[in-house]
C-alpha cells in the first residue's frame, strides 16, 4: 500500500483543549484512518510549523486525501498536509523513467 506523510498543526483551541485533557490522539484517530483501509506506520510531536505527524499506508490517493480532510474538517487543526512517499526503490524506478521521457527543457 502507497505510505503518506500527514502533518497538521493545532489551533490554538486544539492545543487548549489537549492541555486541559492531555490525550493519545494518535489512538484516537486510528479507528478513522482503519476506516478507509489505512495503517499506522509511526506518529511524532513536533515543533515548528507543524505539531504533529503522522505516517500512514492507505490504499489509494481518495482515501488518503479523504482521511485528510476529515482531519482539517474537525476544527482542532489550522492546517492539514499530505504528502505521498515513495520508497528508495520506486524513486529509482521513477528515475529511470524520468531518463525515458525525451523531456528537453527550454534553451535561452
Not at 47 to 73: E, H
Not at 80 to 90: A, D, G, N, S
Amino acid at each position: 500500500m502507497p505510505h503518506y506523510l500527514i502533518q497538521a498543526a493545532y489551533t490554538p483551541e486544539g492545543w487548549a483543549a489537549l492541555v486541559k485533557t492531555p490525550q493519545n490522539r494518535v489512538e484516537a484517530i486510528r479507528p478513522s484512518i482503519e476506516n478507509l483501509g489505512g495503517k499506522i506506520e509511526g506518529a511524532w510531536f513536533t515543533f515548528g510549523d507543524y505539531d504533529i505527524i503522522v505516517v500512514v499506508q492507505m490504499p489509494d490517493n481518495v482515501s488518503a486525501a479523504g482521511i485528510a480532510m476529515a482531519f482539517a474538517s474537525g476544527g482542532a487543526c489550522k492546517s492539514v498536509k499530505t504528502t505521498p512517499l515513495l520508497t528508495v526503490e520506486e524513486g529509482v524506478e521513477a528515475m529511470k523513467k524520468a531518463g525515458k521521457t525525451g523531456y528537453r527543457p527550454a534553451t535561452q
